[in-house]
């Protein structure tokens, strides 16, 4: 009984308190109420697409809409190959053929919120990320009207890890807000992590166990995560996000967007 007290104690901190706390703060903030006429317009954190510049690829990440944005964000794609003179977009969603190209502006507001930068990459290292990631899209297997689920997966953080793990050299992590990108899209419960520097365990998205050098050490319950980064040090709470230094999992100060691009491959 004395486990099972310290079990519930350590759920109702860990979990639970921080949901609270997100769940006071959205409703604060009020955003989700007029999320129908929200502004989806760019936020300005891509440079002008024109045909002499070089490649771009870039991961967004951004607080979701309606109830789900307590606890959840929503990630997606953006590239364009060198002498291209717009930008490409992959979201996957709820309607319509799951994997959506250009639906929403590039870098646009995301039903309100201004978008974090995951990753980003210019020039040659971006050139050679673009055809791989390409090939992980179109191989991607939910691809099917009606795959899509929110919760537990795979949905649009399951669909963008899954990109990741075709290009582990950009070692990055999605936020630990990103419900559903420990969904083990492909079957496999036990895998390397998306950076390649060490295992995720997951019971078909519901629990799990992530332990690696960028990704640090992250506990999944039924999606949320309360993790700890050891590299860049760092809190990672459900709902709130990351406290500490900024990482390739999110700014220092979690519900900011960030501005600054992420390109880590120490």
């Known amino acids: 009984m004395g486990m099972l007290k310290i079990g519930l104690l350590l759920f109702t901190i860990g979990w639970l308190l921080p949901l609270g706390v997100s769940a006071v703060l959205y ?38 809409v309606r109830w789900r944005g307590i606890f959840a964000t929503h990630s997606w794609i953006v590239f364009k190959p060198a002498g291209a003179d717009s930008y490409t977009r992959y979201d996957y969603t709820a309607w319509g053929g799951p994997i959506r190209l250009n639906g929403f502006e590039p870098d646009g507001r995301w039903f309100g919120h201004v978008p974090s930068v995951v ?10 990320l673009i055809p791989r990631m390409q090939a992980a899209i179109k191989g991607y297997a939910w ?14 953080n399951t669909f963008v ?12 992590t999605l936020p630990p807000t990103a419900i559903g990108k420990d969904y083990p899209y492909d079957g496999r419960w036990l895998r390397r992590t998306s950076s390649g520097t060490g295992l995720a365990l997951s019971l ?15 506990i999944n319950i039924l999606g949320g995560v309360l993790g700890v ?20 999992d999110g700014p220092a100060t979690p519900g900011l967007g960030s501005q600054t691009p992420v390109h880590d491959a120490a």
């Open 119 to 128: 990753f980003a990459a210019d020039g040659d290292f971006a050139a050679a």
């Open 27 to 64: 409703r604060m903030d009020g955003s989700g109420a007029g999320w129908r006429t929200a502004d989806r317009s760019s936020a300005g954190l891509l440079p002008p697409a024109t045909r002499n510049g070089p490649a771009v690829v870039r991961i967004f990440s951004a607080q979701t």
């Open 204 to 218: 078909d998205g519901y629990a799990g166990l992530t332990v690696g050098w960028v990704e640090g050490i992250e």
């Open 229 to 248: 980064d050891l590299r860049r040090p760092a809190i990672k709470l459900p709902g709130l996000g990351r406290f500490g230094m900024r990482g390739p």
């Open 161 to 172: 890890a899954a990109v990741m793990d075709a290009v582990p050299e950009i070692r990055v």
């Open 143 to 156: 691809r099917n009207e009606g795959d899509y689920r929110a919760w537990p997966g795979p949905n649009s």
